[in-house]
């Protein structure tokens, strides 16, 4: 599957201090917040999200200009082929509801063991 759209709902989210902040800027757009069905748990200093939820979790959706940002996203998430296992992460695609109709955008999903006293109630992070 190709995407031409990301949800982020962490580190890469505006105001947040990513080292990919600048390469997000160049190679995507900013479209709007969004939610989705879902929960997210504080993994360590980031959240981690699984998807096997009727909870919400609030993000944003961009738009990829340059799809060569994909490989730097999952290096950064830790889930290329050259990343070291076992993987925190899997780059997914899930449906988003938005202004424009739903479309299907790429995010990462933990796919680690979590712990329910780290579960983020509110949904954003």
């Keep these: 599957m190709n995407s031409d759209f990301l949800f982020v709902y962490g580190t890469l989210k505006r105001g947040k201090n990513s080292p990919l ?6 190679k995507t757009t900013y479209l709007e917040d969004v ?3 879902g929960k997210l748990y ?15 979790v609030y993000g944003e ?3 990829i200009t340059d799809s060569s940002i994909i490989e730097r996203l999952d290096e950064y998430e830790g889930c290329s082929q ?16 938005t202004s424009f109709g739903t479309v299907d955008a790429w995010t990462y999903e933990y796919i680690q063991a979590v712990n ?10």
């Design 21 to 26: 902040k600048h390469l997000m800027n160049l």
């Design 35 to 37: 939610q989705i069905s």
């Design 42 to 56: 504080l993994v360590s200093y980031y959240p981690g999200l699984k998807l096997d939820s009727a909870n919400t």
């Design 61 to 63: 959706l961009y738009k």
């Design 82 to 97: 050259n990343s070291p296992a076992p993987h925190e992460y899997r780059r997914v695609a899930i449906p988003v509801c």
């Design 116 to 125: 329910e006293k780290d579960y983020i109630e509110s949904g954003k992070f």
